[in-house]
C-alpha cells in the first residue's frame, strides 16, 4: 500500500511524484538548453524547444521550493545513509538543491529588474522597466554555467542510483524511489 509520507523503508508517494515529474521537466529544459547551445539559429526545432524554456523554468523553481519544503518535513522519515558514501550522497543532494534554486533565480531577479519583465504564461508577473537595474543583471551571468554543472551533478545523481546502489551495493535504493521495493 502505497502512503503519502516517506518511511525509513521508501519514498512516499508524493516525493515520487515530485522527483519523477521533475526529472521529465528538467530533462524538458536541458533538452532545450542544448537544442539552443547545438542547432542553427533559424533552426525550428530550436525555436519550438527554446520557446518553452523561461516558463518551464519558472515552473520547476515552484516546484523546487515545494519539495525541498516536502523534503525538510520527511527528513525524519527518510531511509537513512550512513558512512562516507551518505555524507557524499547528502553532499551531492544539497549541491542539487542548491542549483536547482540558484540557476532559475538568477534569471527571474534579472527579469525583474529588466526592460523586458516577465510573464508566466502570459500572466505578467514582474512589469518592464524603463532602466535596467544592473545589480540584479550580474547574476544571471552564469545562469548557464550553473545549469550545466546541474546537469553534470545530475548525471552523477543517475550514475550512483543505477551503478553504486544497483549494481554493485544491490541495496534497493532505485526500487524505493520508484516504489517496486
Do not use: C
Amino acid at each position: 500500500m502505497a502512503t503519502i509520507k516517506d518511511t525509513p523503508t521508501r519514498y512516499g508517494v508524493i516525493s515520487r511524484v515530485l522527483h519523477w515529474g521533475m526529472a521529465l521537466l528538467f530533462a524538458a529544459q536541458f533538452a532545450s538548453a542544448a537544442a539552443r547551445a547545438l542547432l542553427e539559429r533559424e533552426n525550428a526545432l530550436r525555436e519550438t524547444l527554446w520557446s518553452y524554456h523561461t516558463n518551464l523554468g519558472a515552473t520547476l523553481f515552484v516546484l523546487v521550493a515545494l519539495r525541498g519544503i516536502w523534503g525538510l518535513l520527511n527528513i525524519p522519515n527518510r531511509p537513512p545513509h550512513s558512512g562516507a558514501v551518505g555524507t557524499a550522497a547528502l553532499a551531492g543532494h544539497v549541491a542539487i538543491y542548491v542549483l536547482m534554486f540558484l540557476v532559475p533565480f538568477t534569471r527571474l531577479l534579472a527579469s525583474a529588474g529588466s526592460e523586458r519583465g516577465f510573464s508566466y504564461f502570459g500572466i505578467p508577473i514582474f512589469p518592464a522597466r524603463e532602466t535596467e537595474i544592473a545589480w540584479m543583471q550580474i547574476p544571471a551571468n552564469w545562469h548557464g554555467e550553473m545549469g550545466w554543472l546541474l546537469l553534470a551533478l545530475i548525471a552523477g545523481h543517475i550514475a550512483m542510483a543505477i551503478v553504486w546502489h544497483g549494481i554493485i551495493q544491490k541495496d534497493h535504493t532505485l526500487q524505493r524511489m520508484t516504489g517496486g521495493h
